[in-house]
């Protein structure tokens, strides 16, 4: 039974800690892009959209999507897709993509936005760590409340109290 009090936690966390290595990775690419310099004219190919969410009382979140495709500037025809665009950008429209080269480029339609990308990732991860720490402490009190204390009875530096004798340890029928 204990397990479940340490494996949940436990695995909590390990999604956390996925979550803020995702959320920092993608930071990283936006800002190599931006900050690559490279820039072309990308055509919007498609755009469509995803729902989650609106089952029982759930709210429906609906995420847009855009597939841009552009020329790199080593001749390499790049074709990626992208999530929360803006609304007004349409099939066959002409926008400008920021991208860094590489063996895997990695591009983004998005303006630079260097205040806002790192606020955003400051903010995530400020969550993100609120979640490990209450796991962190949750566990901890756990084990100090529920946990195996058997340890204290070897160890020789713990104080052991012997309390006398009470009246309450008489079995009921022999109280004078």
């Not at 949940?8 to 966390?13: F, S």
């Not at 990308?42 to 029982?56: E, H, I, M, P, V």
């Not at 339609?109 to 903010?123: E, I």
Request: with cysteine; charged share 20%; glycine share 8%.
């Amino acid at each position: 039974m204990d397990f479940m009090f340490y494996a949940v936690p436990g695995l909590i966390m390990a999604v956390t800690v996925f979550l803020a290595v995702r959320v920092i990775r993608r930071a990283l690419e936006l800002r190599r892009a931006w900050n690559s310099g490279l820039t072309a004219e990308a055509r919007c190919l498609r755009t469509y959209t995803t729902t989650s969410g609106g089952s029982g009382d759930s709210s429906v979140r609906t995420t847009l999507h855009h597939v841009y495709e552009f020329t790199a500037r080593d001749g390499r025809t790049i074709r990626f897709e992208e999530e929360g665009g803006p609304g007004t950008t349409v099939e066959g429209d002409i926008v400008v993509v920021h991208y860094a080269e590489g063996e895997m480029v990695k591009a983004t339609a998005q303006a630079p936005g260097h205040v806002r990308n790192t606020a955003s990732t400051v903010g995530i991860l400020t969550f993100l760590s609120v979640v490990v720490v209450f796991c962190v402490g949750f566990v901890v009190t756990y084990t100090e409340a529920f946990g195996d204390n058997s340890f204290m009875d070897d160890d020789p530096s713990v104080n052991k109290v012997d309390e006398p004798f009470s009246i309450n340890d008489r079995p009921y029928n022999k109280v004078p």
